[in-house]
């Protein structure tokens, strides 16, 4: 049975096949191999991968940093760098991707299975997240009562939509 399903991003195919063998020996499926971040935003679409394994540094006109930034906002794969390159500048564009970690090539196999089973597990902790806000949400904003929420100096900071049909004000007019 697999552990999860990764899409490897990874334009040196001796490193990617490299990776292949190591992540499917971890129990993991490899969904795809991307050399370029078109191919793997194409992928992560296609494949719906639980994580994607990323190198910064690709062929084509997509970087690791913006395909990551993709894969995450857009279609909620998170990222774990995989990368030889770590200047403060490229830490820093990397950060605004919100990886789940990065990862120094050249890597260890201990460090290696350490990060992607850390990332995997965090992901799925986010995903629970996620699930439970839209809940909690989806009950507050459906409920048959008014429920409003003002900060310390009174200003409403939220108002359900049950409040709105009650007191006959769209929730803009009466925020702040």
Known sequence: MSKGKILLVEDEFVVAEGLRSVLKSMGYE????????????????????????????????MDGIKAATILRQELEV????????????LLERAKAAEPLGYVVKPYERK??????????????????LKES?????????NANSIILRMDGEGSIIFFNE???????????????
């Open 30 to 61: 490899i969904t795809g191999l991307a050399s370029s971040g078109e191919e793997a935003v194409e992928l992560a679409r296609r494949d719906k991968p639980d994580l994607a394994l990323m190198d910064i540094k690709l062929q084509g006109g």
């Open 162 to 176: 049950f409040a709105e049909r009650f007191f006959g004000f769209a929730q803009t007019e009466v925020l702040g």
């Open 111 to 128: 460090g290696l299975r350490a990060s992607v089973e850390m990332a995997h597990y965090k992901a799925g902790m986010e995903r629970l």
């Open 133 to 141: 806000e839209a809940r909690y949400r989806e009950l507050v904003q």
């Open 78 to 89: 998170p990222v774990l760098f995989l990368t030889a390159f770590a200047d403060e500048r």
